[in-house]
């Protein structure tokens, strides 16, 4: 799937941007990994550029990903070559290594979570009955990852989620709780959660989150996307509103280019639909394609609005929502 992207993603440019008619695409393998060639006799560019250029950046953090490795060869006037190597036996991080703290005041509920992620090739390094001992359980066991309860004694979730990400940020907190409050959901992402996940989820759906996690996209249930989005669009300015990044807040403030200028009437309708909390399995069934084609166009839409993660478009059309509403 990576490399099929980084074909399309080079012979798009080449057609948009080389100035030929042509492009080569030579594919070659050996035994431990395939090589990708797309080359033109186009127009070319300046090396200091590429880093600005057409998406090189997602070509180039789409192949490492798996292990590979991504090179551009283009000289002005010369044409433009984008070589992707990858290795045969991609060479992502197994989930066998990932490290999960379960944190729940419930022995049984503890219980059961244990069984669940073994048995998806995930390892539990330890427990914890409230939000002090998930303290000094992360302290000690630095996991990849915590599932944190909300309600607890002693230290309820949500500040042992903010203690913890100002001792240890590179763990990741996702809140898994009864609560579908926003208030509560809105604390718990100003609290650095990941993710916020409720415990009604059937076992499938919360490993397939919790593996879209640890990919490194946010997980958020589906109904409570679509609060989030609902309670982002009541009013421009709700007080419960996350606070922007800087280039948010510069995109919003300078009146950026909408969306609806940048991007296909199919983005459009992909963008919203991630944005209301789909999977881009859900958002291919829906719409008859493939899920690979969705994502493809999730890798144009940040590319054209100069974004970085499927988290940042979601941010994006809740903050100029009502700025594209759509004619339906």
């Not at 006799?41 to 991504?70: D, K």
């Not at 996702?174 to 409720?198: C, I, K, N, P, W």
Request: neutral net charge; proline residues 4%; contains cysteine.
């Amino acid at each position: 799937n990576q490399l099929l992207y980084v074909i399309r993603e080079a012979l798009s440019n080449a057609r948009a941007h080389s100035g030929q008619k042509e492009a080569g695409v030579t594919i070659t393998y050996t035994e431990s990994s395939v090589q990708a060639v797309i080359a033109d006799q186009g127009i070319g560019f300046s090396q200091q550029n590429q880093s600005a250029h057409f998406g090189l950046g997602i070509m180039r953090e789409r192949v490492e990903q798996v292990g590979g490795s991504l090179e551009i060869v283009s000289v002005p006037g010369s044409g433009t070559s984008v070589i992707a190597k990858l290795p045969r036996m991609p060479g992502t991080e197994s989930m066998d290594r990932k490290r999960i703290l379960l944190v729940d005041d419930h022995p049984l509920f503890l219980e059961g979570m244990t069984n669940l992620i073994t048995g998806h090739k995930m390892q539990v390094v330890g427990t914890a009955r409230n939000g002090l001992e998930a303290q000094e359980k992360a302290r000690a066991l630095h996991p990849d990852v915590i599932l944190m309860d909300i309600e607890m004694p002693r230290c309820d979730g949500l500040e042992a989620t903010r203690r913890i990400k100002a001792e240890i940020p590179d763990i990741k907190v996702v809140m898994l709780t009864v609560s579908d409050e926003e208030q509560h959901l809105f604390d718990a992402l100003r609290s650095g959660a990941s993710g916020y996940l409720l415990k009604s989820l059937d076992a499938a759906e919360l490993t397939t989150l919790l593996e879209e996690l640890l990919r490194g996209e946010i997980s958020i249930s589906p109904s409570l996307a679509s609060k989030m989005l609902e309670a982002f669009t009541r009013c421009k300015a709700p007080p419960t509103q996350l606070p922007f990044t800087h280039s948010e807040r510069a995109q919003k403030e300078s009146g950026a280019a909408a969306a609806s200028d940048l991007l296909t009437d199919r983005q459009m309708e992909i963008l919203r639909m991630v944005a209301q909390g789909k999977r881009y399995k859900e958002v291919a069934l829906q719409l008859g394609l493939a899920e690979v084609t969705v994502k493809y166009h999730m890798g144009e839409i940040l590319a054209r609005l100069h974004l970085s993660s499927r988290r940042e478009a979601i941010r994006y059309i809740q903050n100029n929502q009502t700025k594209h509403v759509s004619p339906d």
